[in-house]
């Protein structure tokens, strides 16, 4: 068996009528989000250095970007922006078995590849979403050990691969050579995470243009390493300290992964989500207040403390304080929720937020899943003498705890009003609501454009 064989077999032979709804409605919901977070993007930090670096490569036609009415590019770097975009404020959506952030890779690389190529229809763009989510989560889920590479570019990557080849309409032996050449340009380090540096969303941006790089050149005609996968020197045997293919492999056709994916609710994180909705509820059912806490405790699985676990520093970075839950719990406290605009620098370089946050401390459990965000359990220690609790064995917009229909909407409206595009929110609603028929894909890419 060649695990890519049977992923590709199954991204291009996938028919429309046997993708269910359920797995229809997801593609196009977070499809919906993830373009409201792209345009919330094009006011992240580094942003426009991101947009004035693309524009050195080149300028160009096909290309549409997200929040920037009237910018073009290339559709490759158009790609490479948008991916930035839509990972560059941590608010796109997560699977959280496979560690990974499937769709600012995968959304970006569909949008060029529209671009370029001429009318796409909503099916077919979903279509190539749940085929391509297929690829990138299942290669997540394979995994048997904690991340040591970061999976939204790395396996990312494969996703987008087999999106765009879908959408193509490429052969069986070009995809297979497409994912040998996405071997070749496969990167993206937990160094970046670890540092809190905004190289996270750049390795997302090279992943979205590298997945249409690899297609274009195994579409010219050249040969690719065909167990680009499981070979001695594939992507899951460098990139994986362990992994089985078996299991997940049996699920194709069965198990939409689409559907397993969850929204943020907060510009964070995902591992900080538990943190902020635990202290909220303390915060409600027992009158916690930055003014009464003495000392705050989030014991969690140890990919928590992996991940969010740092302390707050000065100066702090808005990438850095995304990832630091002590600075997110702070901003709880203060405010009752995190926002896109609390990462600015007078929120980051507030000293009464910075004393706050040291009264936080994240604690690992002694959880063995590699993957888990819960159960976690947070405990406040009061002036009072009281100690309250609260545990969370769900994580809020996961499956088994989604957004309501409103509060996705106004997910969405909060995001494009952060970018200036509030008309924009009702017309691209409304698109979405009817997404699967439309005959051009492109109208929604291009409202998501601030074209209108």
């Known amino acids: 068996m060649n695990p890519a ?19 229809r409605s997801a593609a196009a919901t977070f499809l919906h989000d993830t373009l409201g977070v792209g ?19 080149g300028e160009g036609s096909d290309g549409r970007v997200l929040g920037r009415p009237g910018v073009r590019l290339p559709a490759v770097q158009a790609a490479f922006v948008n991916a930035f975009q839509m990972h560059g404020q941590e608010f796109d959506c997560v699977h959280e078995p496979a560690v990974l952030h499937p769709m600012a890779t995968l959304g970006a690389a569909l949008m060029a590849e529209c671009g370029r190529s001429g009318p796409c229809s909503g099916a077919q763009v979903l279509a190539a979403i749940i085929a391509g989510a297929d690829v990138s989560l299942n290669l997540g889920v394979a995994a048997t050990t904690p991340l040591k590479f970061f999976r939204p570019a790395t396996s990312g990557l494969f996703g987008a691969i087999a999106g765009v080849a879908r959408l193509k309409g490429l052969s069986r032996e070009t995809t ?12 993206g380090t937990m160094q970046a995470h670890q540092e809190g540096k905004p190289a996270l969303p750049v390795q997302i941006a090279n992943a979205a243009r590298a ?22 020197f594939g992507y899951m045997t460098l990139f994986e300290t362990a992994f089985d293919f078996a299991p997940v492999l049996e699920t194709l056709g069965q198990t939409f ?40 405790t989030w014991r969690a699985p140890p990919l928590i403390h992996r991940l969010v676990g740092r302390p707050a520093v000065q100066p702090m970075t808005p990438a850095y304080a995304r990832l630091c839950l002590p600075y997110l719990a702070a901003v709880t406290l203060t405010r009752g929720t995190v926002g896109l605009g609390d990462f600015g620098p007078d929120s980051l370089s507030d000293p009464g937020l910075q004393q706050l946050a040291e009264r ?7 959880n063995l899943d590699p993957a888990a965000f819960v159960p976690a359990e947070a405990v406040a220690r009061l002036r009072d003498g009281r100690e309250v609790r609260a545990s969370v ?8 705890w989604p957004l309501t229909r409103d509060q996705h909407l106004e997910k969405a409206r909060a ?4 970018a200036d595009l509030d008309h924009v929110h009702a017309p691209l609603s409304a698109l979405f609501d009817r997404f699967e028929t439309l005959e051009d894909a492109g109208e929604v890419f291009r409202l998501a454009a601030g074209e209108i």
């Not at 919330?40 to 050195?56: T, V, Y």
Request: with cysteine.
């Open 211 to 232: 997945a249409m790089m690899a297609v274009d050149v195994a579409a010219a005609g050249l040969p690719g390493p065909r167990r680009s996968l499981d070979g001695d």
């Open 39 to 57: 345009v919330a993007g094009a006011r992240a930090a580094h942003a426009d250095d991101i947009l004035a670096a693309a524009r050195g490569w």
């Open 257 to 296: 992964r689409i559907t397993e994916v969850s929204w943020k609710p907060f510009p964070t994180g995902r591992a900080g989500h538990g943190g902020i909705v635990a202290l909220q509820e303390l915060m409600a059912d027992h009158d916690v207040t930055a003014e009464n806490l003495e000392q705050l």
């Open 5 to 23: 064989e049977v992923l590709v077999d199954h991204a291009l032979n996938l028919s429309w009528a046997d993708m269910p709804q359920t797995a």
């Open 360 to 366: 936080v401390t994240v604690v690992a459990d002694d």
């Open 176 to 187: 297979l050579d497409a994912f040998g050449y996405g071997l070749g340009f496969a990167s």
């Open 415 to 418: 995001c494009l009003a952060f």
């Open 393 to 400: 064995t769900t994580q809020l917009g996961s499956p088994a």
